[in-house]
């Protein structure tokens, strides 16, 4: 069975960069055609899109994020990541992964891990 | 970006009641293979969200029939027949179809 675990920075200065793990055990990342995604909840708010990155390598995220966001793949260790440079107590949140389909063959954010807690604070 | 606005925010129920909780999308989501790719999330409290419905009406694996998804136009409908007290939390409903995905604001439930 899938699982996902993140692990992260957990209290980052502003202006530094914040990077959050998320490993994936019970399978291979690169086994089947999915995705894979970053998902933030701010404390007490709603969750916030932050990108994926698809099987093939590419990358997508918000726009709003764009010039600070990495997502990317390490197939050796079977693991994704995330890294928001210049960051702000604005950035402070729970963290999530989640496994993604392809749009074409779409069936939800079918596995999430438990998410990880990252505070921006000097 | 394409802007999911859910209502209500909040909803109490009681248990053994049928509730109800929409989705309005701002632009069409319906794709050229004929799906409709808005998917319901459900986090209860204290945890990671959990699918519930994809593609607008597909029942993930292991959700009870009670949850049900529609759609019609850019509206969105999540149903739950008889509430039950596990059913409490926050949903989300998200769009697919267009990077950036956005989600809605959620719609909290509580007994």
């Known amino acids: 069975q899938l699982q996902l675990q993140e692990s992260g920075s957990g209290l980052v200065k502003p202006s530094q960069t914040l990077s959050v793990t998320c490993a994936v055990s019970g399978a291979s990342i690169s086994s089947g055609d999915y995705s894979w995604y970053w998902i933030r909840q701010p404390p007490g708010k709603g969750l916030e899109w932050i990108g994926y990155?698809?099987?093939?390598?590419?990358?997508y995220s918000k726009p709003s994020l764009k010039r600070r966001v990495t997502i990317s793949v390490d197939r050796s260790r079977n693991q994704f990541s995330l890294k928001l440079s210049s960051v702000t107590a604005a950035d402070t949140a729970v963290y999530f992964c989640?496994?993604?389909?392809?749009?074409?063959?779409?069936?939800?954010?079918?596995?999430w891990g438990k998410g990880t807690t990252v505070t921006v604070s000097s | 970006d394409i802007v999911m606005t859910q209502s209500p925010l909040s909803l109490p129920v009681s248990p053994g009641e049928p509730a109800s909780i929409s989705c309005r999308s701002s632009?069409?989501?319906?794709?050229?293979?004929?799906?409709?790719?808005v998917d319901w999330y459900l986090q209860k409290p204290g945890q990671s969200p959990q699918l519930l419905i994809y593609?607008?009406?597909n029942r993930a694996s292991g959700v009870p029939d009670r949850f049900t998804g529609s759609a019609s136009g850019t509206d969105f409908t999540l149903k739950i027949s008889s509430v039950e007290p596990e059913d409490v939390g926050v949903y989300y409903c998200?769009?697919?179809?267009?990077?950036?995905?956005?989600f809605g604001q959620g719609t909290k439930v509580e007994i």
């Open positions: 998200m769009q697919v179809l267009q990077t950036p995905q956005t």
């Open positions: 990155i698809s099987q093939s390598g590419s990358t």
């Open positions: 632009q069409s989501l319906l794709h050229d293979n004929g799906f409709k790719y």
């Open positions: 593609l607008g009406s």
């Open positions: 989640a496994r993604g389909g392809k749009t074409q063959l779409w069936f939800g954010l079918d596995v």
